[in-house]
């Protein structure tokens, strides 16, 4: 009569190791996300300020402290957190050039840290 092998421990280890990683894929046959249907997402309806009353705006804010970061979003066309991830380094005074590298958004959870994201 022939004596069984014993099976080395990491053979065994890697056996079982296979036969779970083939039940987990067993129960993910198909994407479940696709039966799920999205919530509607509500539009709004935005208006461009009209030439005059951007300059209006330039000439209220004049002066005051954060002039430089309206007169940006206003004249560029640059979204809240592209103006609010700028840096000096993205400024090329002598190209006349600016650089949107990264912006700044705030986590989904309330009172969360701002959070840099690259553009």
């Known amino acids: 009569m ?3 092998r014993r099976a080395r421990p990491f053979t065994a280890a890697r056996r079982r190791s296979r036969g779970a990683t083939q039940t987990a894929l067993d129960l993910v046959a198909r994407n479940v996300a696709k039966a799920v249907k999205a919530p509607p997402v509500p539009h709004r309806q935005v208006r461009a300020l009209h030439p005059d009353e951007a300059r209006r ?8 402290r954060l002039e430089g970061v309206f007169a940006c979003g ?6 809240r957190g592209e103006i609010l991830g700028l840096r000096w380094a993205d400024v090329d005074l002598d190209g006349a050039t600016l650089y949107v590298r990264q912006t700044l958004r705030r986590p989904a959870q309330a009172g969360g840290a701002a959070v840099a994201a690259a553009a």
């Open 2 to 4: 022939r004596r069984a």
């Open 74 to 79: 206003l004249m560029l066309g640059l979204r």
């Open 57 to 64: 705006l330039v000439d209220v804010l004049r002066g005051e």
